[in-house]
């Protein structure tokens, strides 16, 4: 393998997962904020497709009682 395809391949995997991070961090900031409805949803949208950080998030908020039953 050489190194430009390296170099090609971690630079795609980090322009794939930016913008899941963006969302996720996004859906902190609401949660932060104390808009939790808008936190759930980002955050569930995100945990149904398979993000484990999205997931544990969920988890805490549910724990808390913070804007889902």
Not at 11 to 16: A, I, M, N, R
Not at 24 to 36: C, E, F, L, S
Not at 47 to 52: L, Q, V
Request: charged fraction near 20%; include cysteine; proline fraction near 3%.
């Amino acid at each position: 393998m050489s190194l430009q395809f390296s170099i090609a391949l971690v630079f795609s995997l980090f322009c794939l997962t930016a913008p899941a991070w963006a969302d996720v961090q996004a859906a902190i900031d609401a949660a932060k904020r104390g808009d939790y409805e808008t936190a759930e949803k980002e955050f569930r949208e995100l945990a149904t497709e398979g993000d484990a950080i999205a997931q544990y998030h969920l988890g805490v908020m549910y724990a808390r009682g913070h804007g889902v039953p």
